[in-house]
Every structure is written in structure tokens, then in C-alpha cells.
């Protein structure tokens, strides 16, 4: 019977190492496996401040009129911005503005886009940020286009 359990433990083990083994190769490999790895790709990514900045300054540059909206597609690996006129289906990664009557700047920055499963990525204003109390621990963000909801935690500072 000490035998049989001793077995019954090693198998066990065996398995959690496999299934764990699999869950890595699934995260970390370039196969598109659905399902199996959204729960890891449900975030914004990496922030890189220096390119993070020079997409706002791109932006800044762009001449936006005061209380308009503009949208542009974005080369995330070189930030490179080019405008675009689609809005509600634009789906991979771009950056959304809006300039204020007083000339202030709001940019999000979208780096990854699961259609249904979410847009995530970062969010850039010349005014410090007040985020209103939303639910659940969730704060909302004025902010143009749907990304718009965060928690305390993912500050950055008092701009991002």
C-alpha cells in the first residue's frame, strides 16, 4: 500500500510539472493559442517612458485644433504616428488625443488591443490626473476613446 501511494504522489507530481511546463511554453511561445493565454496578455505591457514621451511629443506637434479629437495609427516598436480616420474599429495598437479649449493635452496611448477581450495601455495628460471612484476598486479616467478605466495601483505619476 506505502508503495502504491508513493507511486500515486510521484505521478501526481509529475503531472503539476507538466501541465505547468505547458502553461509556460503556451505564454511564452509565439502560437497563437487563443483562450489558453489571454488571461496573460490582459495588461498593457511594459511601460517605456522615453517612447511613451515621444509619442505625446508627436502628438504635441501635430497641431491638433482646440476641442477636437484625432486619432492616429502607431508603429509601437518605433512610435511612429500617422493620422488615421477610423475610430470604433481600429484594432492592434494606436493613440487617441483630444486638446482642450485651453489647449491642455490628453493622449492614450493603446500598446495591445484584444477586441472584445480589452484595450490596454496608457494614458498621458498635461493636467495632473483626478480619477473619478468608479466600482469594485475601478476609477474611470476622462480620457478620449474607451480606454478609460484604471485602479490607484497603476499610476505611474502624476501625468501617466
Known sequence: ?????????????????????????????????????????QNAGRFDRKLMESIVEKVRHSKLEPDTQATFSLDPITGAISPTKR????YGSYVSAVVSPSGRLKVVIV??????????????????????????????LDVPFHVDMTRPSMKIDDHW
Open 111 to 140: 500598446t495591445r488591443n484584444l477586441g472584445h477581450a480589452g484595450s490596454y495601455g496608457f494614458a498621458f495628460s498635461d493636467d495632473p490626473w483626478a480619477p473619478s471612484p468608479w466600482e469594485h476598486g475601478i476609477y474611470y
Open 1 to 41: 500500500m506505502k508503495g502504491c501511494l508513493k507511486i500515486s504522489l510521484v505521478l501526481a507530481g509529475v503531472c503539476v510539472l507538466l501541465v505547468a511546463g505547458c502553461g509556460v511554453l503556451a505564454t511564452y511561445t509565439s502560437f497563437d493559442l487563443g483562450l489558453i493565454t489571454l488571461p496573460f496578455k
Open 87 to 90: 475610430e470604433l474599429d481600429l
